[in-house]
């Protein structure tokens, strides 16, 4: 089993950066597929971006270009590099991890993180 607890969040300005961290204990990430997801109110939780055990990354397309997914294998963290942030990226980031799926499902990952609030002002 993998704990999975996220860091990085915070209040930053339209066209801004962020990176987020996702801290793992119990597991090698290395092994997982870890992603991130986020959550606005009143919406579903949508897939942002991936990274498969091999390194493989994959992103949605709202944020293809701007956000950059990377694993660190000696600290045991997946981060999300945030760059020209707009206000419709404001919501609860989620960092998931499983170490068989491989998709970018919600309903695929069986490991949360508690989640880290993005706040983007215009």
């Known amino acids: 089993q993998v704990q999975l607890v996220e860091s990085g969040g915070g209040l930053v300005q339209a066209g801004g950066s962020l990176r987020l961290s996702c801290a793992a204990s119990?597991?090698?990430?290395?092994?997982?597929?870890t992603g991130w997801f986020r959550q606005a109110p009143g919406k579903e939780r949508e897939f942002v971006a991936i990274?498969?055990?091999?390194?493989?990354?994959y992103y949605g397309d709202s944020v293809k270009g701007r956000f950059t997914i990377s694993r660190d294998n000696a600290k045991n963290t997946v981060y999300l590099q945030m760059s020209s942030l707009k206000p419709e990226d404001t919501a609860v980031y989620y960092c998931?991890?499983?170490?068989?799926?491989?998709?970018?499902?919600?309903?695929?990952?069986?490991?949360w993180g508690q989640g880290t609030q993005v706040t983007v002002s215009s």
């Open positions: 998931a991890g499983d170490q068989y799926y491989t998709g970018s499902h919600t309903s695929g990952y069986n490991y």
């Open positions: 119990g597991r090698t990430l290395s092994t997982y597929t």
């Open positions: 990274i498969r055990w091999s390194g493989i990354t």
